[in-house]
C-alpha cells in the first residue's frame, strides 16, 4: 500500500510542473536560441489528421524541487538532486505508458523500479550494449530493491540476428530461470533488441510485462515507443510479431556518449520523417540544427528526442493497430525495408535504408505532380547534412524491389499502399491510389533492371 | 453491401429459432430420455463464480424452415435443406464469435465463408487431417466465390511437433504465398493444428483473421473455443503463445466418424473435466451416458460437446485472460502437462494424460479432506469407464514432476497454484494455499522417487 502511495505521488509531481521548472532542467549547454517557443499543448500538426480523437499529451518536467513530500516519501532521490525526466505519455486508455527522457535517468533507480511487476527481472540486451550498460541497469533495478532477481540474456549485435533462433534463446534463458508470469523483461538496447524483447515479452506464457530502455537515437525516437514488436523472414522485415506494450520507455541520453557517429545519423532519419510527415515547424528545426545535432549538442538531441516521442505517442494514441493513420510514420520504410532485405540484414543500418527510402518516396511524390520540387531539394540537403544516403546501392535491382514490396505489410488484397507526400510540406498521405507508371519510374530511376 | 446483409439475416435467423425446431435438429437415433431438461439459460453451476458478470449464452438452433426469405437470399442453401448448427455465443465484446455445432456443416458453405475476411485464405492442417477433410474445406471455402483463393500448408501430425521449426513451415507458406494482412488462416485438425494455427495467425504481420474446424473431441469441446494458442518448448508445454481470438469455430460433429478411438476417449478427459469443476448435473449426465459416448452415439456425442462448449464459452467470457476463474479449467492439467512433458511429447495424447493428472489432483484435494471419498471413487470409475488412465507412467519420477511443475503457467513468485476440487461435487478452488505435504503425500504415492 505504501509503495502504491509513493509512485501516485510522484507520477503527480511530474505531471503538474511548471514551465519555469522546465528551464531550469536545460542542458549546461542551452541551445535555446534554435528552439521555437514551447506550444505543443496546442499542436499545430495538421488538425484534419487529428480530428477524430482528442489525444492526451503531457509535456511537461519537474525538477527536484517540485514537492517536498515526495522526496521524503521517497528512498531513491539522492542527496544530489538528479534532474527529473521530461514525461511524454502514450495515451492508450488501460494500456498507457510513460516515456521518461532526461539525462542520468539510470542513476534514478525508482524511475524503474515503479514499473517492475514481480519478483524476478529479464534483461534482454546484446555484445556491445552488454559491457557498457548492463551492470548500470542491474544496479539501478536492484538499489533498495533486495527482494528483487535480475537474470540476463546477451545476444548477438545486429539485425541478421533478429530472427526466430536467436528469439528462442530469450525463450530458453527465461524458461531455465523460472520465470513466471508476473515477471518483467527489460529491454536494454537499440531497435533490434527492442523488437525481440517485445515480442518475446508478448509470446511467454502469452505475455508478461515489459520495459523499454533504447540506447540508440533510432531506438529512442522511434522503435522503443509504441508497441511494435517482432522479428524479420528472410523474405521480409517485421513479418512475425505483435503489437505489444511496454509499461514505460526509459531514455537515458547520457547512453548516446557512447553511440558509433554511423548509429547517431542512422537515428535521424526517422527525426526527419516526423518533420516531413506531420510537423513543418520541427522539420525547419531540424534544417537549422542538423549540425548540433551530428556534433551530439546535448539540449539539441534532447529536443529532437522529445518531440519526435511526442509526434510518435500522439500518432500511436490515435491509431495503436495501424488502421491507417499510424501507416504514415513508415515514410520511406516500404522503400527501406527492400533495401534491407535486398541487400541482406545488417550491411545496412535501418535508418540508412529509411534515407534512401525516404529520397525514392519524395521523388515518387514529385512525379505524381504532388509536391513542388523545393521539397525534393530540401530532403536531399537534409539527409546530406546528416551524412545519409540518397540512393539504394546499385547491388539492389528493380526486380529485387519488386519482390520485396510484395510482401510488404501495407498490401492488402494485393494492391501495395504507400506514404507519399502530398501538398505543403508537413503533409502525407497513405494510399494505393497512384499511377503505377511513377512507381516504375522511380524504381528505375534509382536501380538497375 | 448486398453480402452483408445477407449474413446479417441468417445470423438472425440462427438465433431466433424455437424449441420446436430445436427437437426437429436430432440426430436418427434420439437419446432424449437421457438428457436433462434443456434449462442452461438459468444455468445451475455455481452462481457465486459468476456474480461479477452477466455473459451472454445462446443455445439457439434453427432449422432451414425458420425463414424463407433467408433461403432465398442465400445462395449456397442446398435443396436437401441441410439441418442447421447450435450455436453456441463467445460474449466478448467486440471480439465475440459463434461455435457452431452440428452433422454436415462442412457442407454449408455460406458458415465458413461469412466469416472469411480478404482474398486468400490458408488452411494449416496436418497429414492425418488433409487426407479426409482438406478437399472439402477447400470446396466449403470456394463454392459460390471464386474470388478466394485457397492455400495449404500440412504438417506432420503430433504433439512432438507442436514445436518452433514446425511453426516456421506456416510463415514460410504465408509469405511465400504473398498473404498479405487482409487474409484468413483456417485451423482444420485436433488441439495440434489449433494452437499452432492460431499462434501463426496472431504472429503473423502482427496479426491476421482466423477460423477454427476442430476435427477431435478434445479441440471440439476444449482447446478451440477461447483464443488460448501457442507451441510447446522443450522444457513445457504451451510456454510460447498468445490469447488470440478466432472468427468463428465450426464443429462438423461428421468428422469424428475417422477418430481413432484412443483420440476419442483422450477428448472425454475435458467433458468430465467441465461436470467436476462446475456442472455437477452434466457429470451425472456422463455417469449415466459414458458408454454411449464411446459407442459414438450420435445425439450423446452432439450434447457432450454442446454443453462443454456452452461451459468453456461462459468461462471464457468471464475471464478471457485467465487472471482467475479460466484457470480452473486446467484441472488436472499441471499434473497432466508433467507427464507429457515428462514421458515425452507425442507419447501419452493430451488426454489421457490429463485423466491421470485428474485423478492426481483428486487425490490430493482428499488429502487435504476438502472433498468426500465419495468423489474420488466417482472419478476413477467414469475415467475407467472412458478407457482412460488413472495413474501416471511408471517412467516419470517424483523428482521429473517436479522439475516441470516449477515451470508450469500457473506458478506466481515462485509459489504453484493449482486447481483443486473443494466441496460437494461441482465445486473448485484455484489456490496457492494447501498444505504442500498433501501435494508431496500425492506425488509419491503415484510415483517413483
Redesign the interface.
Known sequence: MASSTLSLSLSLSLSLSSNKQQQQQQPPTPLSSFLPKPKFLHPPFNPKLISFSTPKIICASSSSSSSSSSQVMDPFVSPTQPLAPTVVDVDLGDRSYPIYIGSGLLNQPHLLQRHVH??KVLVVTNNTVAPLYLDKVVHSLTTGNQSVSVESVILPDGEQYKD?DTL?KV??KA??S?L???CTFVALGGGVIGDMCG?AA??????VNFIQIPTTVMAQVDSSVGG?T?IN?R??KN?????YQPQCVLVDTDTLNTLPDRELASGFAEVIKYGLIRDAEFFEWQEKNMQALMARDPSALAYAIKRSCENKAEVVSLDE?ESGLRATLNLGHTFGHAIETGVGYGQWLHGEAVAAGTVMAVDMSYRLGWIDDSIVKRVRDILKQAKLPTSPPETVTVNMFRSVM??D?K????LLRLILLKGPLGNCVFTGDYDRKALDDTLHAFCKS
Open positions: 514481480g519478483k526466430m528462442m525463450f530458453d524458461i531455465e523460472r513466471d508470469r508476473r515480442f508478448a509470446a511467454f506464457l502469452r505475455g511494435k517482432g523472414h523474405l521480409g513479418l512475425i510479431g505483435a503489437f493497430k510484395a510482401v505489410k498490401v492488402a488484397d494485393g
